[in-house]
């Protein structure tokens, strides 16, 4: 299967996200009356590039990027807490702010790769089911409602499995409610932006697919389900 020259492209960009947004979200921010970790600012562009690559490549090729993503965020945590876990050289005194920032717990990595797994598969095929449903018209609908679904799964995963029984609970709350409605504003915010990407796509690749018979497996790597 020929991959199409901006395919690439838009996984790098994808991947990139997620992980500079899982680094910065180990700092909480408060602006205004949202309570949010600094990753939120940066990671609703992973469902946008997410989007993208459904709605032109579908299913098939939005599932091998985020395999990707996921394999690069395991790599990434398991290499962080590596070093972490190495002794400091004797003229390094920054042992203790490497773990306050960057060490991050089993718990916090297996919560973020059980969301975002979760989270992304689930923006995907509901997407991809829309296209098919409404012929490809309204892609604002299909991108905003795709992405109603994949945050409310992603967020809540998150913030249950990496914070309930060790953060307030009304703290716990305002996180969900702050980290949702910011991550599905910047989704409509940027859907111009997301009609003219693929709009550009489309013409230039010549590939506007339909997942009409399409088996939404995130595990289908047998012959003809391949990534």
Known sequence: MTVPRHYDTIATAFVAVLL???IASTKILDIGPFTFDGGTLLFPLSYIFGDILTEVY???RSRRVIWQGFGALAVMAGTL??????????????QES???ILGLTPRLVAASL???FAGEFSNAVVLARMKVRM????????TLGSTVVGQAVDTGLFVSLAFWG??????????AVSNYVFKCAVEAVFTP?????TAYLKKSEGVDFYDRKTRFNPFGFAAGQEL
């Open 135 to 142: 012929e490809g018209r309204h892609l604002w609908m299909r």
């Open 58 to 60: 579908g299913f098939r």
């Open 20 to 22: 500079i947004s899982n």
């Open 166 to 175: 060790v953060v307030d609970p009304e703290v716990l709350k305002n996180i």
């Open 98 to 100: 490497y773990e306050t």
């Open 114 to 116: 059980v969301a975002y």
């Open 81 to 94: 807490a590596v070093v972490g876990a190495l002794p400091p050289s004797a003229g390094w005194p920054h």
């Open 193 to 197: 932006a997301t009609y003219a990407i």
